[in-house]
């Protein structure tokens, strides 16, 4: 009987009296290896690693700096502190921070607070962290809540300039005004649009006072409501919103949007270059307007295609739905994409800036799957992390013919690539353990590892070992115990090299040998049959409208508690429908095997060395040592031999080892053999 174990592996031009249709995002999908370009076929392959400023030298980002050279280049990245970063929000830290601190210049990172129902102090602090952690460094940390008083001003000066007024028209008056709910017909001006500017002023300032409850009043700003270009249907400026705000308490009722706060901020921090993904793109002619309006420094935005990697769920709404169902552990489980999830799976810094710097930056939408990333990561922990021999589902092997005591140290390099890494020593004794994958109860002419009668090298021990005979469980029928005799060769006979080497780990107590552990393998949370809309919350056609650009049949909202902020762009999908998310909607779609615990795997002695020597690689966010009130256990990081990429996660302890799978090893033809 075979018990054998598979290890599980420009502004907007105007028409006249005709709307232009909004432009098509650019989708770019990543090819399968049957059908990549030779530029792919490297990637996937394993090529080397690109010079790591290529990004910022060539395509779009080389054409902004070549449209807008600037003596002090002055970016910034401006999420709202909604919620958690995930994958595609590095693409944009690494834009606007990568980009200013390869020209020499300054990047903020700017809190863009305006929805006070939405965001938490717990956000603001995560946000930091995981900037920090992608190894960048803000010129200053900033609010646009700070900037309250002035953008009150500057929405007075605008009404006084007769550029904005105060509007009490309801959803289905706007709806009718913008051209019924397709907006094909007739548009007109809403009738306060006229009112003069003194009348304006003082109903702004009585929302401002508490005389309006929600909805009642709002100020627009008055742009070109006969534009092709939805965002310049005279947006929302100031709505009254009765919440406190995290920063400023109960001191306003009304808030300024994203569309009139966003250009204003950017001016007031002089940002040369304000980089945002596509979905900005039809907005850029009203931010330009509304600098132009108030007469102030108007700073060059220029839109890049977001990231989106296939089979993933970025949604905070979906991701709320599986911690609350116990799917995950929470925002930081190593099988979601947030940035600190990823941390915790143990995927270093460097590897996801690497990963952005290989795709390049375009107005394109990139579309990745899940294994170039993932290739990515080996590629960068190949050549930065030490080895170690794990395992995973451990099986005695007694060696007969050895003493009960016999102990021989082995010197085991960390690295055979670097030896810059070092070397340790591990026990090699009477009793070793191997992972019961490399032992077969038949053994067959295609085969190589250890079978009845058959010898097997174990790795860096001088000679190999023959199994003579085994034990099994009467009832699980699996092996329990394996006897072997060790080959070394009389002398003067010649030694036959085997023709395979396993991992192994000795018993020995005075060694502390082997380290118990428990290893987490992660495998994709989402099914592969699942859909990319129903994994992500939203279908591709539905995304649009909350991303800030709408689709063909659904314009921007006018009154909006929700208003679309830069770094909510990357987020794919909106809200999803109560049926999509439940037990026979996208819960459904969940790999039940995303992850898969080994209880009793082991690990060799080498794990303590490595783990004082942490963090690997010492780069990036992680360039510090790890002090006892913080061990950052995600960057105790090796690749176990034959078995996949590792790190120790944060529930571990002095007492606990628990290991995460990274990513597995470089697929091997010949590794089932």
Not at 47 to 58: Q, S, Y
Not at 285 to 301: F, T
């Amino acid at each position: 009987m075979d018990n054998t174990v598979t290890l599980p592996e420009r502004p907007a031009k105007k028409a006249a009296k005709q709307e232009k249709k909004p432009k098509q995002e650019k989708l770019v999908k990543d090819k399968g290896p049957g059908n990549a370009s030779k530029k792919d076929k490297d990637a996937l392959a394993g090529a080397p690693p690109t010079d790591p400023n290529a990004m910022f030298k060539e395509g779009f980002l080389g054409a902004v700096l070549r449209e807008k050279p600037s003596e002090q280049v002055v970016t910034r990245f401006p999420p709202e502190p909604n919620g958690y970063l995930h994958i595609g929000h590095s693409k944009a830290i690494a834009i606007n921070f990568g980009f200013a601190r390869f020209h020499g210049g300054i990047c903020y990172l700017r809190y863009d607070d305006t929805n006070p129902g939405a965001e938490e102090e717990e956000y603001v602090k995560a946000i930091q962290e995981m900037v920090e952690w992608l190894g960048f460094r803000s010129h200053a940390i900033t609010f646009s809540s700070d900037r309250f008083d002035e953008l009150y001003q500057l929405a007075e000066e605008l009404i006084r300039r007769d550029g904005a007024y105060v509007c009490h028209c309801t959803d289905a008056d706007l709806k009718d005004q913008r051209g019924g709910s397709n907006h094909k017909g007739p548009r007109y001006a809403c009738p306060h649009r006229s009112r003069p500017t003194d009348e304006s002023l003082a109903e702004f300032r009585a929302m401002r006072d508490g005389k309006y409850k929600p909805k009642e009043a709002f100020l627009r700003m008055k742009q070109d409501i006969h534009s092709g270009n939805t965002r310049m249907w005279d947006l929302t400026a100031y709505r009254v919103l009765e919440q406190p705000h995290h920063r400023t308490g109960k001191k306003w009722r009304i808030y300024p949007t994203y569309d009139f706060t966003h250009c204003l901020c950017d001016s007031f921090e002089a940002v040369t270059h304000s980089l945002c993904t596509t979905e900005f793109e039809t907005s850029r002619e009203s931010y330009e307007w509304l600098c132009d309006a108030l007469g102030v420094y108007r700073p060059m935005q220029r839109e890049y295609g977001r990231l989106q990697i296939e089979g993933t769920v970025l949604s905070k709404r979906l991701i709320a739905k599986l911690i609350e169902a116990h799917v995950v552990r929470g925002y930081d489980d190593p099988r979601l994409f947030t940035l600190v999830g990823l941390r915790r799976r143990g995927v270093p810094p460097g590897a996801i800036l690497s990963f952005i710097n290989e795709l390049g930056v375009s107005t394109a939408v990139s579309r990745i799957q899940i294994a170039r990333f993932e290739n990515t990561i080996r590629r960068y922990l190949e050549l930065t992390v030490p080895r170690l021999m794990v395992i995973l589902d451990p099986v005695p092997v007694v060696i007969e013919n050895l003493p009960e005591d016999y102990i021989e140290e082995v010197e085991v390099p960390f690295s055979p690539k670097n030896p810059e890494f070092g070397v340790h020593r591990v026990p090699f004794t009477r009793t070793v353990y191997i992972d019961r994958s490399d032992f077969r109860e038949v053994d067959s002419k295609d085969y190589f590892r250890m079978a009845p009668g058959k010898s097997v090298g174990l790795i860096k021990v001088s000679y190999p070992i023959r199994a003579t005979s085994f034990s099994k469980d009467p009832e699980s029928r699996l092996v329990t115990e394996v006897r072997a005799t060790y080959e070394k060769p009389d002398e003067g006979s010649a030694f036959k090299k085997p023709k395979t080497y396993i991992q192994w780990v000795g018993s020995s107590s005075k060694h502390g040998s082997p380290v118990r552990a428990e290893v987490r393998f992660f495998n994709n949370l989402i099914k592969p049959t699942v859909p990319v809309a129903t994994a992500t919350g939203a279908s591709e056609a539905s995304s649009s409208s909350k991303q800030g650009k709408p689709s063909e049949d659904q314009p921007p909202p006018l009154i909006d508690d929700d208003v679309p902020h830069e770094a909510d762009s990357l987020e794919e999908g909106a809200a999803p429908s109560e049926d999509m998310t439940s037990k026979t909607g996208f819960l459904q779609g969940i790999n039940p095997e995303s992850e898969v615990v080994y209880s009793n795997a082991m690990v060799e002695t080498g794990l303590h060395q490595v783990r004082a020597r942490a963090p690997w690689p010492a780069k990036e966010g992680e360039k510090a040592p790890a002090a006892e009130s913080d061990p950052r256990w995600e960057t105790v990081r090796f690749q176990g031999l034959r078995v996949a990429y590792f790190c120790m996660d944060p529930d571990s302890s002095a007492s606990k080892v628990i290991l995460n799978r990274i990513v597995s090893l470089k697929e091997d033809s010949g590794k089932g053999s």
